[in-house]
């Protein structure tokens, strides 16, 4: 299994395909959705029509660590933040001048111990959820502390909900709690869990947000899951039902008995993971992983683009190998954070990274990387698309 060990660091999580008993009745239909390989990549597909570069001020206090994480403000101002060990949140403007630190990670008052997630809350203040004290830091967009909540649990990912309340994902667990989904109020009072959790597979985290927001809708997908779910208010729903034929996760995975012998028959075959879903107005982007097994020491890995068009309901499919052993892509294919309001796909690329292509035609201020260099922060990339 330790050729495998790269794609637990990558998707981080094991989960279940389709509707199956709940406590409470879920929706099962959605909107279903077939994958149909096309051989064309993202970035040479001629769907991106222009990409603009936006570094990142380089300072001791506005590097970027790693497993890193994009989010995009209201106000354009861009939230980047280093989950776990190396837990912070830094905050820069549209142009990437460095604004100010969010928080501090410690265990001292009003310091969070450990970043599990990110999100705002609704009038716009930056929140802070820490898995080990169960807690949620409320900031001000200049870093001010407001106040903590406790939220009761320990949870995977979390994020803020309209009504003021909190969704928790839990995640699968073995069996050790009922729910893989709670919606938590402000004094950590369980108002609905949802997702019953009845498989004996692996605890995992998620290397990727499960959590995305669209105008008065939560959405929440999981990595080896090919549904993804429209919360509102304290109800459920399937809102897609994605399809990859061969490549979907078998039920027989989640019938064993032993959780490790589960995850050794599904490393050993084919399977997809889903990775991101993200919608504007105008248009909704799917990110999946699959896995083909064809050679075992070396499994070939596919990264898998879903955009759809909304005015035409049509959607596009793009898809690109990647090392198994590094796993990287091109410019953009390992490196999307965000869909903006402004069809635009956000990407967060390392230096050394953009230097490769400093002379590639799309994209569209070579001139503002020509100062950067492998010591350089992280540089935003904005994908102009159709």
Not at 186 to 193: A, F, H
Not at 207 to 220: C, E, G
Not at 245 to 263: H, L, M, T, V
Not at 275 to 290: H, K, P, S, T, V
Request: net charge negative.
């Amino acid at each position: 299994m330790k050729r495998h060990l790269w794609l637990i660091g990558l998707f981080l999580c094991m989960g279940i395909a389709g509707c199956k008993r709940q406590t409470m009745q879920i929706s099962c239909e959605g909107e279903y959705v077939r994958y149909e390989a096309s051989g064309v990549d993202l970035l040479s597909s001629g769907v991106i029509k222009k990409i603009t570069a936006i570094p990142l001020e380089t300072q001791r206090q506005s590097l970027i660590g790693i497993l890193h994480q994009l989010y995009v403000a209201d106000n354009g101002d861009y939230y980047i933040v280093t989950l776990k060990r190396y837990s912070n949140v830094l905050r820069f403007d549209a142009h990437g001048n460095f604004l100010n630190v969010i928080g501090r990670r410690g265990r001292g008052p009003q310091e969070f111990i450990e970043i599990a997630d990110f999100s705002f809350d609704g009038m716009g203040n930056p929140i802070v959820y820490s898995d080990l004290d169960n807690t949620a830091y409320y900031f001000s967009p200049d870093g001010k502390f407001l106040k903590s909540v406790d939220l009761g649990t320990r949870f995977l990912r979390a994020t803020y909900d309209r009504d003021n309340d909190h969704f928790l994902y839990l995640g699968f667990n073995n069996i050790v709690g009922k729910w893989r989904l709670q919606k938590v109020d402000n004094e950590g009072n369980v108002v609905q869990g949802y997702l019953e959790n009845d498989y004996k597979v692996l605890m995992f985290g998620e290397a990727t947000p499960v959590f995305s927001h669209h105008r008065d809708a939560v959405y929440l997908r999981e990595a080896y899951n090919n549904v993804v779910y429209r919360l509102r208010g304290n109800e459920i729903e399937v809102a897609f039902r994605f399809d990859f034929g061969r490549y979907n996760i078998p039920q027989s995975f989640f019938r064993k008995k032993d959780a490790i012998e589960a995850s050794e028959s599904l490393v050993a075959n084919d399977f997809m993971a889903t990775r991101r879903f993200m919608q504007n107005d105008d248009y909704i982007l799917f990110e999946a992983m699959i896995q083909k097994a064809d050679n075992h020491d070396t499994p070939t890995v596919i990264m898998v683009h879903g955009i759809k068009n909304k005015k035409t309901d049509s959607w596009s499919w793009f898809e690109r190998e990647i090392d198994s052993l590094s796993p990287d892509g091109d410019l953009i294919t390992t490196s999307i954070q965000w869909l903006s309001s402004r069809n635009e796909i956000v990407c967060l690329v390392d230096p050394s990274k953009i230097l490769e292509y400093r002379d590639h035609p799309l994209l569209a201020n070579p001139e503002v990387i020509a100062g950067l260099t492998n010591n350089s922060n992280h540089v935003i990339l904005l994908c102009e698309f159709e």
